[in-house]
């Protein structure tokens, strides 16, 4: 008789949410990572409440207006890291193609929205607002990833290598700069700039995109509302006493405030700057509030507690269990350490007047919870790096 083959159970497939939120071996986060990233949105937050309670007072009849607003989306923010920290970061990209478009057709739609000081930067929607230029960084970052994993051995083809990083990056730079706001455009070359560099773009490339860059910037300065409004910065920051109560006026309240602090600054909510000198001292000059009630020492901790978060998300890509997760967390690094160098640079004067806002502690409750959710998917990567490399 012969022998019956044997027959073996299908096994059962795992199901949407099993697959989206695995079992790990080890299921610990970098927990040095965790600690920087909260302990720079509590400061961020502590700081932010100081620099805008005056502003919130005068605006709205409300000192807590602003904080307000701002604890909710932190709590949205965190909500976001936890659930994604807890994802498979491999999840995000399914969603970078799909996601090109729709981010797209935000930005187009900006143009068609009120504009804020000159610029259609914002979509309104109801008692809601928000800048799809926030979402443009994250949708770069899953794009780039996903493209440097896909083409890895084809980057040194043109169709493969140079061509559809310049398609992305020129549609969302082109479409930001014109509404205009110069410094996420500047911020997404970088970022994407970076990226390429650390995903292994042949240097051919890598020089070739550097000339389409400087040809971009010389074309933007051929458009004469860009060319006056660019030329105007660089003058007022080669000598912002020249127009005192004009353009300059911000730019040398932020260096009263932050020479003022001395060493250890006059103390949180001692500031005098916020009130009514410093404009909008809860968004990009918020830096010159930490400096003026905290001074040098103060300033000198914000610094390393983002070079910290910086070294440990490098630190992070190393260890990654893949290059997409590599590629994810050089992306999200790359944009804070890059947003908080520019913005440092220009409230102190070192560069021209970008307008570019400081992660964790300048006001944007929507630019929080994007920006929390990111660190999130970096937690997400770290959690699988003590995971055996198959």
Known sequence: MANA???????PQEGFFRRLFPRYENTSV???????????LVFGLVMMFSASYAQGYY????????????LVWAVVGLAAMFVFSRMDYHFWR??????????????????FMPPVNDAHRWIFIGGFQFQPSELAKFSLVLLFSHL????????????????????????????????????????????????????GLPMKWIAAAGGIAAAGVAAIMLVPSLHERAMERITIWQDPASDPL???????????AIGSGGLMGAGIGNSRQKY??????????????????LGFVGALVVIVLFALLIWRGFTIVIKARDRFGAMLVTGFIAQVGVQAILNMAVVTNTIPSTGISLPFFSYGGTALAILLGEMGIVLSVSRQTTVEKE
């Open 5 to 11: 083959k044997r027959r073996t159970r299908p096994k």
């Open 30 to 40: 970098d927990l040095t990572f965790l600690v920087m990233v909260i302990l720079l």
């Open 59 to 70: 605006r709205e009849g409300n000192s807590y207006h602003y904080i307000v607003r701002q």
């Open 94 to 111: 399914k969603l970078a193609w799909p996601l090109f478009p729709v981010v797209t057709a935000m930005l187009i739609l900006c143009y």
């Open 148 to 199: 440097l994993v896909s083409n890895e051995k084809k980057l040194g083809r043109f169709r493969y290598g140079i061509f559809p990083f310049a398609v992305v990056l020129g549609v969302y730079a082109g479409l930001i700069v014109k509404e205009p706001h110069l410094s996420a455009t500047i911020l997404l070359v970088v970022m994407g700039g970076i990226m390429l560099v650390v995903g």
């Open 246 to 256: 004009g353009t300059g006026y911000q730019i040398l309240q932020s260096l009263y």
């Open 276 to 293: 009514l000198f410093l404009p909008e001292p809860q968004n990009d000059y918020v830096f010159s509030v930490v400096c003026e009630e």
